[in-house]
């Protein structure tokens, strides 16, 4: 064994350790952080790596910024420990390997990295999605660098959100984090509804489940108001789109909502997160889940606004009525 794949076994064994928040785990993101950064030399001044990339279904971001996500600990910890615990449930249901396709993977290849240095490549194998020529590189070479070449079934620079699964494979887990808070600019609905629509049922699907509401806070208080459930984005959800769209013209629910008396209160959309089974991410957990202003032209008493998701290169719920 190297030294960096050392390294990563012991970061991993924190991150993995099944606790919240523990002595161990800050300096476990920080260390595999500063590890990746270091092999990489990414220049955050370079501006190749800051330039994010416009899909039909969102943007995809750039590699400065995907290689940041992991410095968020409760994001990073508990989207690698829902993943291990997905592969343990497959493991118990058949012989392996486990088949994930990772959606997404930055530069870093972040989610899969560690539990690469986890399991063996006879219990899980990855398939490894990114559209950014420039990230894809760096995951190649990440892979390369720790010598883990026989976990990936394939690497592919492709646009997740409409790359064709081959029929020779058979996904058990299915892992995207190209999200923002609200759902809004980047391309996770995209991504999981093109998924959705070539896997069954029997597949996991990380996050599990992503659920966002429209909320008034009054000025100056931390106390928020629920108005209504805009989205509750998981499987049965994904189906029943599946079912009612035709030539993924995906036609999402329209929410006709009152509006409260708005002249002490703003609206915000709140995201919480089911990861998998028990791993959540809830509010202020990390980025995604900070409160992200909702504008509306300007109510007048007694109104109410019609708000639909749409998918196109800027993804959000936008007010359409």
Not at 101 to 106: E, V
Request: net charge negative; aromatic share 10%; glycine share 4%.
């Amino acid at each position: 064994m190297t030294s960096i794949q050392e390294k990563l076994s012991h970061y991993t064994k924190d991150i993995l350790f099944p606790l919240g928040f523990h002595a161990k785990l800050a300096p476990a993101i920080t260390g595999l952080t500063d590890l990746l950064f270091t092999l990489h030399a990414i220049a955050p001044e370079s501006e190749d790596l800051r330039t994010h990339l416009s899909t039909k279904s969102g943007n995809a971001i750039g590699p400065l910024w995907a290689a940041l996500c992991i410095k968020e600990v409760f994001r990073t910890q508990r989207f690698i420990q829902a993943t291990h615990q997905a592969i343990q449930d497959k493991l118990a249901q058949k012989e392996g390997p486990i088949q994930i396709i990772y959606a997404g993977t930055g530069p870093f290849a972040t989610l899969a990295l560690p539990l690469m240095s986890y399991y063996t490549s006879t219990e899980v194998q990855f398939t490894l999605l990114e559209i950014n020529q420039i990230s894809f590189d760096k995951m190649e070479q990440t892979i390369n660098l720790f010598g883990f070449e026989d976990y990936v079934n394939t690497a592919i620079c492709a646009d997740a959100s409409t790359w064709h699964v081959p029929a020779d494979l058979s996904a058990d887990i299915v892992l995207s984090e190209t999200m923002y808070n609200g759902l809004y600019k980047e391309p996770q609905v995209g991504v999981m509804l093109n998924f959705a629509t070539q896997t069954d049922n029997s597949c996991i699907f990380i996050p599990e489940e992503i659920k966002v509401d429209l909320v008034s806070k009054p000025l100056q208080v931390e106390r928020v108001n629920h108005l209504d459930t805009l989205i509750t984005f998981n499987r049965a959800f994904m189906n029943s789109l599946i079912q009612q769209s035709t030539h993924r013209l995906w036609e999402f629910p329209i929410h006709r909502i009152p509006l409260p008396a708005l002249a002490q209160e703003k609206l915000y959309l709140a995201t919480e997160i089911t990861i998998y089974r028990d791993f959540t991410l809830k509010i202020n957990d990390s980025s995604l889940n900070l409160l992200r202003r909702f504008h509306i032209p300007l109510p007048t008493e007694g109104s109410e606004i019609v708000v639909q998701y749409q998918i196109k290169e800027i993804p959000a719920f936008e007010v359409v009525g």
